[in-house]
């Protein structure tokens, strides 16, 4: 299987070689043809590693007598290429593995669908079509991995810098961060759900998370400037963001908030004179309403302090949740010691291509922590919701989200216009 | 009237410390001390990262009940000690004040030992309506007060206070990381790199070589750069600082003699760093010498982006060095699996707290700890006893680092055994 291990290698090595492959064809395309199964599309139950393996076994006796080449993609689409004096042998295999899935609604709907499980393809006459396809799914790919490798490379660096601004520099932030003592942020203040779904995926808000969008920040202070560029700087305007927040909380006149809430702050504004007067004026019920959130490197910076303040705002009433964890950083920190009531675990579509062992590992981690302290965060997709229920997390947050809500919202708001139609009707 | 909340104040500006009211009060109350008792809560006794200003005045607010409603008064002392007075409190809610500031530092040492007993350091109590007590506590008082008085003479001769990590100057904020930094850039640093060996010591006693470790004085970087300056007072631009850092020390480093150098030499980078083109001219200069390099990462900067670490290490093994995680203290320790970051080594600085009365249950979580990073890839630093070696040995670390370490080495260099 394509589980790359190379990470020198920019590519993903059966992304790389399949785009090598392609391109050695360009002088043999005649007399060839390609298959592309949309494996990727499987609901991520279909999707584990067994079911891949098996498919892609299913070719292995063409690849043997060399009539064909095997392509498993990271994301488990599969190509594969072969002469066409087989045509209908591979057509059979297809069809047997299409069978394997018959109960995935991507067999199921396909015929509604846009994405069919397989695709077709003459090299001779689709030879730029097929190209395109491999290219974009390699970008895709390699956009996945974006963090790991737009470090060294010049031209990610400038693509970052074209599309993200000029990175934060020590002088730009002293400027930001006196402006920010002027500015008025609270139109900049954006708030998220994190909701239970029903069965019926509607979803149900435990709490709001507010925060203070960076980009909007960036647009009204600083444009052309990546203020996320050095995670050291934007660590340390973070320390000031907190304190205009705290003061905006202060003020329930500048936030409207309703239901419980949740904000990030760092370690040392917990400890600040700015936490203590806003602790002061606000009355003893509201802080059981309010949950904490706090980063990991902000904590692992000075664990003793960490201790000391999650100690202090704890006894208050506040709660508290760790913010930010990948699921490998979620296996590495001792998290019933750290002793918040929340965690957050960032979506990450790796998780769910990670296999089998991956899965139980996660699952095994959300049961230790408690299923009703796991926020799954930066939900994109009904995929990323798919996966989370699977492994127990009741818990989410995110863009898919907030679309439920505003669909459930729609929803609602028809129900209520049919109702009252219903009833204009039936009056006499 | 000591109340808390003035405590951001500097104290003694007045001129009339905490400690001279204190002994002022039991004075007064010398004659009739009907219903008097105080607590003395020993917060100076806390771990030195613990007894920061900021955490006295939090703790010094848990007694604000007890001061609003009752006959209290709460003396907040220079050396960070707490004092209350009290007369006619009820013990119940006295205790609920001392418990809750007790959780607060439920990780240090200082409040290991069970509450009222044999062996509990954190509070004492005294019946002042008892002779005995009273005269045992006004001795106290009388003894802090002069304690004071000294540290605050001491204080004014000597204008610098000690600032944190010891290093004087107003702390790194963006204005002045943005002139050092410049200055990082243009200024000549190999003379600021010491060394410091790291040593394995093995089972028949003799030592060898683990590696050199190369880093840049702080102290007199400081001096040269920055005077004014505290470069430890922002953890976050100390961090940006230290890529700029990393840069110089990887030019600096480049043209070593790796040929004639017998043993390997270690190097504190930023995972950064580890991405960047500079490295990637670094690593072409000293070719396959790599193997002779570990690369030290700071535990905060691996816990930054765990993904991103992980990357590093793979790339940097995969040419031939070795990684290092550094940063751990004895509590970071015991908080995540050190085993998973999948590390060469592991270096784990030593504190006297180890030492002290530790419960056992402490020392066998440390055990386990020790075991899932794996006993061969632990780095005991800042060894400065032989106690500390014998504590390492008997937990299976073999390798050591720090002042005492320097002493062994000198020695079995000496007797030709290194």
């Given at each position: ?51 891949i393996r098996a498919a892609a076994e299913d070719f292995e006796s063409f690849v043997e007598s060399l009539d064909g080449q095997l392509f498993v993609l990271k994301n488990a689409d599969i190509f594969f290429f072969y002469k ?35 695709d077709w393809y003459d090299i001779e006459t689709h030879y730029d079509v097929i190209l395109n396809l491999v290219q974009d799914l390699i970008n895709a790919s390699n956009d996945k991995s974006r963090s790991f490798n737009n ?278 | ?418």
């Amino acid at each position: 299987m394509a589980r790359d291990t190379q990470p020198v290698n920019r590519l993903p090595s059966q992304e790389k070689l399949l785009l090598d492959y392609i391109h050695r064809l360009e002088q043999h395309r005649d007399g060839r043809k390609l298959v592309h199964l949309h494996l990727s599309a499987l609901r991520p139950f279909n999707r584990r590693e067994h079911h891949i393996r098996a498919a892609a076994e299913d070719f292995e006796s063409f690849v043997e007598s060399l009539d064909g080449q095997l392509f498993v993609l990271k994301n488990a689409d599969i190509f594969f290429f072969y002469k066409e004096e087989i045509a209908p042998h591979v057509e059979t295999v297809v069809q047997q593995i299409r069978y394997l899935f018959s109960d995935d609604p991507l067999v199921l709907e396909e015929d509604e669908s846009e994405i069919k499980f397989s695709d077709w393809y003459d090299i001779e006459t689709h030879y730029d079509v097929i190209l395109n396809l491999v290219q974009d799914l390699i970008n895709a790919s390699n956009d996945k991995s974006r963090s790991f490798n737009n470090q060294m490379d010049t031209r990610s660096a400038l693509k970052a810098k074209q599309e993200k601004g000029e990175p934060l520099t020590p002088e730009v932030l002293g400027r930001v961060e006196n402006a920010l003592t002027r500015t008025d942020l609270s139109n900049m203040v954006r708030r998220q759900y994190i909701c239970s779904l029903t069965r019926r995926r509607v979803p149900e808000p435990a709490f709001s998370e507010l925060f203070i969008s960076i980009a909007d920040l960036r647009e009204t202070l600083l444009p052309g400037v990546n203020l996320m560029a050095n995670r050291w700087l934007f660590q340390h305007l973070t320390e000031t963001l907190d304190r205009r927040m705290l003061s905006m909380l202060s003020k329930t006149d500048t936030l409207t908030i309703s239901g419980d809430i949740s904000f990030n702050l760092n370690v040392g504004t917990l400890l600040s004179q700015e936490f203590q007067s806003f602790d002061d004026n606000i009355t003893a019920n509201r802080r059981g309403g309010m949950i904490i959130e706090l980063q990991k490197v902000d904590i692992f910076a000075n664990l003793g302090a960490y201790l000391f303040a999650r100690e202090f705002i704890q006894a208050k009433g506040y709660r508290v949740c760790i913010d930010g964890l990948s699921y490998q950083a979620m296996a590495v920190i001792d998290r019933e010691r750290l002793g918040a009531d929340f965690v957050k675990l960032v979506w990450h579509p790796e998780m769910m291509d990670g296999g089998e062992e991956i899965h139980t590992h996660i699952r095994n981690m959300i049961r230790y922590t408690g299923e009703d302290r796991v926020i799954l965060c930066r939900v994109d997709s009904r995929e990323a919701i798919d996966f989370g229920q699977s492994v127990g997390i009741t818990l989410f947050q995110g863009r898919h989200i907030e679309h439920l809500i505003a669909e459930d919202n729609r929803r609602r708001e028809l129900l209520r216009l049919k109702r009252r139609m219903e009833r204009s009707n039936e009056a006499p | 009237m000591a109340d808390a909340a003035n405590f951001t104040t500097v104290p003694n500006l007045s001129g009339t410390s905490e400690e001279t009211l204190l002994v002022g009060h039991l004075r007064r109350i010398q004659d009739h001390p009907v219903g008097q008792f105080s607590i003395h809560v020993h917060l100076s006794e806390l771990r030195p990262d613990n007894s920061q200003q900021n955490f006295i005045r939090i703790a010094a607010r848990a007694f604000e009940p007890l001061l609003a409603n009752f006959d209290a008064t709460l003396y907040v002392l220079s050396n960070h000690d707490l004092v209350l007075l009290c007369r006619d409190v009820p013990v119940d809610d006295v205790d609920q004040a001392v418990y809750k500031v007790r959780a607060l530092f439920s990780e240090d040492p200082l409040t290991f030992g069970d509450e009222g007993s044999f062996e509990d350091r954190f509070t004492t109590w005294y019946d002042l309506t008892q002779k005995a007590d009273f005269r045992a506590f006004m001795a106290e008082a009388i003894k802090l007060e002069e304690e004071a008085n000294k540290r605050q003479k001491l204080d004014s001769e000597d204008s610098a206070p000690a600032a944190s990590y010891s290093m004087a100057g107003k702390p790194l904020d963006p204005r002045n990381l943005a002139a050092i930094n410049q200055r990082m850039m243009e200024v000549n640093i190999s003379d600021l790199l010491r060394q410091q060996m790291a040593i394995t010591i093995r089972e028949d006693g003799k030592g060898s070589a683990l590696f050199r470790e190369h880093y840049v004085s702080m102290q007199d970087l400081q001096r040269r750069l920055a005077p004014n300056v505290n470069l430890f007072g922002n953890s976050w631009l100390f961090q940006y600082l230290t890529e700029t850092i990393d840069r110089r020390m990887l030019t600096v480093v480049a043209h070593f003699d790796f040929e004639s150098m017998p043993d390997s030499i270690s190097l504190n980078l930023n995972i950064s760093t580890v991405l960047s083109r500079e490295f990637q001219t670094f690593h072409r200069s000293i070719g396959h010498n790599a193997r002779k390099i570990v690369v030290e990462l700071q535990l905060i900067d691996v816990f930054a982006d765990l993904g991103m670490y992980a990357f590093a290490r793979d790339q940097l093994r995969e040419n031939g060095y070795r990684v290092l995680i550094d940063g751990l203290n004895p509590i970071s320790f015991q908080f995540f699996n050190p085993g998973l970051l999948d590390a060469d080594l592991i270096k784990l600085g030593w504190s006297k707290e180890f030492l002290g009365e530790v419960p056992k249950s402490r020392l066998d979580d440390m055990r386990v700890q020790v075991n899932l990073a794996g006993k061969n890839k632990m780095v005991l630093s800042r060894v400065d006893s032989e106690g500390a070696i014998l504590w390492g040995l008997q937990l299976g670390i073999h390798r050591f680092q720090g002042h005492y370490a320097d002493i062994i080495v000198e020695k079995m260099i000496a007797k030709g055994i290194i």
